[in-house]
């Protein structure tokens, strides 16, 4: 990964690994960032190739190499890379000598499993991430009880839950009478249970299968692959299938 100096501080902490140019700005704006030993929160700041960037005391320094990773990530593992209260951390089965650099892009929670991506590119993780994309998210999902038809039809028009905006799905497909097959396109927090929940549902078994043109397929639990520039460039082209 060549870098053009100067260059902006948010991109230089993206491709050292610190996550999104937008959870970068989080981490300026937090005071969390020095440069040469001087505190700064402004976003436009530039950065030289000698300046010594430093995160919560974390020398921040640019990967040569950008990394692609899909993992299936088992339950009870978390996608953060830092929380006090957790010990088990999905990058932690990335193990490669650069993992420290790797952030992960979108989310799935403790609770849930299945595929997720790594990476210690913040541009694209960027481009993958935001709304705008529209990259389906695809996930099975196994309840308690019965999955009724009519449900799935209403989430398909939106059901509104805890805000004005309405949660959504793009499409469904039952698999037999406890397993249903759901297609996202945006991925809110928690967005599926929140929707399982609203009509009744007990959500036992939630992986997610597919990220645009990017499947699980045989990928075992607890396992990751590298993912090529080519899936990459299909991912963002919108090849879903």
Known sequence: MKIDYPIRLNSYLAKSGFGSRRACEELIKTGRVTI??????????????DDVVMVDDVL??????????????????VCTNYDPNERLYARDLITIADNNLLFHIGRLDKDSSGLILYTNDGQIAQKIAHPSSEIEKEYAVMTKETVRRADMEEALRGVYIDSNKPYVIKRFDIKSKRWVSITLTEGRNRELRKIFSYFGYTVERLVRIRIGSIKLGDLSEGRYRSVTKSEIAALLEGENT
């Open 36 to 49: 040469n030993m001087k505190r700064v929160h402004e976003m436009g700041t530039k950065i030289e190739a």
């Open 60 to 77: 921040a320094e640019p990967s040569e190499k950008t990394y692609y990773f899909a993992l299936n990530k088992p339950r009870g593992y």
